[in-house]
């Protein structure tokens, strides 16, 4: 019976935390290190956008990076002044450590002075990634 019960106790547990990753991944935040954490050109490889950048982190085999990217090529594209680079995270490992990358996708959004606005852990919604540019522009 008690093998029954701690049985029920973790699949609900793990359901919980199912769910509550699921609804916190892709959310656009501010986290307390990045308030006012600047990237330039040199540390993305590519220039700034003159009114915003949408910098992606990716890996070589990660499915949701791949629709990530088609979301935030498609904004750029949309949205005259904003510049979506992507940054591969194996290659770029120091800065990925420096920035607190945890997995991939992650998105940061930066104004046009490189300052990183916002950012999310996990695919966007492109409707949040509009949303997170009008914080930035």
């Known amino acids: 019976m008690t093998g029954l019960v701690v049985c029920a106790v973790v699949l ?34 590519a220039g700034l956008g003159e009114r915003a950048t949408l910098v992606q982190f990716s890996s070589a085999f990660c499915q949701p990076c791949r629709a990530t990217r088609r979301t935030l090529s498609e904004i750029a594209g949309m949205v005259d002044g904003v510049t979506h680079v992507e940054i591969d995270a194996e290659e770029r490992l120091a800065l990925v450590r420096e920035l607190g990358i945890l997995k991939t996708p992650t998105v940061l959004v930066l104004d046009a002075d ?7 852990s996990g695919q966007p919604r492109k409707v949040d990634v509009i949303a997170a540019l009008g914080h930035a522009v």
């Open 12 to 45: 609900a547990a793990a359901s919980a935390f199912g769910v509550w990753q699921r609804r916190s991944g892709g959310r656009l935040k501010v986290r307390g290190r990045d308030a006012g954490r600047r990237l330039g050109a040199d540390e993305l490889g």
């Open 114 to 120: 490189g300052r990183i606005v916002t950012r999310a």
